[in-house]
């Protein structure tokens, strides 16, 4: 026969530890894939950004440069360039016949001979100072001012003394000038170890005088044509030399009789003169890798 107390709590321990085991059914367990996802998540972020960093350093460095110079101030199309040219010119001066012409007169009268004429031609060197303004590679504009001179003389002898006598006759010329130099394009020509081949012209105004026994000064005028090169250059110098073609004529008031010496012309001096010119001028500017449009010195 069973003892009733201890049945009464056998069951009611049965019915306890059933409710116990309903409730811990009933409660949601937590989704491993959800619990882990916060920290995936973050992982991920991690690695997303590390990569970025990695994407960027493979970025070529001078990117920033160029968007530097994107949003900088253009280059101006213009630049200043200094001159200072030597050049020497085969003067054709037409009105050396008169003074040949005056000193055979004067030796005729005086019985003097001739032991040195007057040269056939004139060597005459030129003196001067340009500024320019360059556009690219394209001309320039210049401006500027010169002295050109030139002389000669003959010797005559006393035959009854043996006593010699010397006479001469010379200019000077001071000109301003006006002109443009068009530089020749290396597509077009181009020129070893030359930076820039270029045309040119210059007009040609001032005053001038001829000195013979006396002198006349006038009005001069003139215009030279030129074609050269820049044949060598280091930084911002450059040297070049050209070969010209000059024509320059002087109209004055005095007569000629108060320039020849055994003349008695009243007419007024007039005299033009001209020839070939060989040039040198260093030039003083912007470098060239710095002239916007310039193609650079292989």
């Not at 991690?46 to 920033?64: F, Y």
């Not at 055979?104 to 031609?121: C, H, I, K, L, T």
């Not at 001179?149 to 006759?169: E, F, I, M, N, P």
Request: contains cysteine; proline residues 4%; positive net charge.
């Amino acid at each position: 026969m069973v003892n009733l107390p201890w049945a009464i709590i056998v069951i009611h321990s049965t019915l306890i530890a059933s409710v116990l085991s309903n409730f811990v059914a009933a409660q949601p367990v937590a989704d491993s894939s959800r619990a882990i996802l916060p920290s995936d998540s973050a992982r991920s972020i991690q690695v997303a950004d590390s990569s970025t960093r990695r994407a960027d350093s493979l970025l070529p460095k001078g990117n920033d440069s160029t968007r530097a110079t994107a949003v900088g101030s253009p280059k101006s199309v213009w630049s200043t360039e200094f001159c200072l040219g030597l050049e020497f010119s085969a003067i054709d001066f037409a009105e050396r016949s008169r003074f040949s012409s005056d000193l055979a007169g004067e030796a005729s009268a005086s019985r003097w001979v001739v032991d040195q004429p007057y040269p056939g031609s004139d060597i005459g060197p030129t003196l001067g100072l340009e500024f320019a303004l360059r556009r690219k590679d394209m001309l320039r504009l210049a401006a500027g001012g010169s002295w050109r001179t030139w002389s000669a003389q003959a010797v005559a002898r006393d035959t009854a003394s043996g006593s010699l006598h010397d006479r001469s006759y010379g200019s000077d010329l001071f000109l301003g000038s006006l002109g443009a130099d068009f530089l020749v394009s290396r597509s077009v020509l181009r020129l070893d170890a030359a930076r820039d081949a270029f045309v040119g012209a210059r007009w040609l105004v001032g005053a001038g005088r001829l000195t013979g026994s006396g002198e006349a000064w006038g009005l001069a005028m003139g215009a030279s044509m030129r074609a050269g090169a820049d044949f060598l250059d280091w930084g911002r110098w450059a040297l070049s030399a050209h070969l010209g073609l000059d024509w320059i004529s002087m109209q004055s008031q005095i007569p000629w009789r108060d320039v020849l010496k055994s003349s008695s012309s009243g007419d007024k001096v007039a005299w033009t003169g001209g020839g070939l010119s060989l040039g040198l001028q260093l030039r003083w500017g912007a470098p060239g890798d710095s002239i916007p449009g310039k193609a650079q010195k292989k």
